[in-house]
């Protein structure tokens, strides 16, 4: 009678490598099997017309769902937030024409130029074809 053993092999970790501070040296690593992180595959929406109640559970309810969204996902959809839907068009037409802007024009406000840390920034994405840029705004 043979008997056969299997011996678990660990897998070497893989690693994402981005984009920060002018350098591609950072990394994290690429989580698998029972080391990965839930993921999500719709973008949370939250009510948050409830933050304006008098009842303090009502109140604590909405922070705790924002709170779960913001360990776990990062982002969501607010809605009943009380900004008029005309401000947030405006909002979002400013941000095209700023981006429409030459890249030389939005990196006068480079934000490491800024004590503040306060500006312009872009970061590269990794895709099939290899790194592309993506630019976006940080908030003033």
Request: aromatic share 14%.
């Amino acid at each position: 009678m043979s008997s056969t053993q299997s011996v678990a092999v660990e897998e070497e970790p893989k690693y994402e490598y981005f984009f920060q501070d002018n350098s591609w040296n950072n990394k994290r690593e690429i989580l698998t099997g029972a080391r990965a992180v839930k993921t999500f595959n719709e973008i949370p929406q939250v009510d948050v017309g409830r933050i304006f109640s008098e009842n303090f559970e009502d109140r604590a309810a909405v922070a705790a769902e924002i709170s779960e969204i913001c360990k776990n996902v990062g982002f969501m959809y607010i809605k009943n937030h009380g900004v008029s839907q005309d401000l947030v068009d405006d909002v979002f037409e400013l941000s095209k024409k700023y981006y429409a802007r030459p890249l030389e024009d939005k990196m006068k406000q480079y934000v490491y130029e800024s004590p503040s840390l306060r500006g312009y920034d872009f970061h590269y994405i990794d895709t099939p074809a290899g790194h592309e840029g993506q630019f976006f705004l940080l908030a003033k």
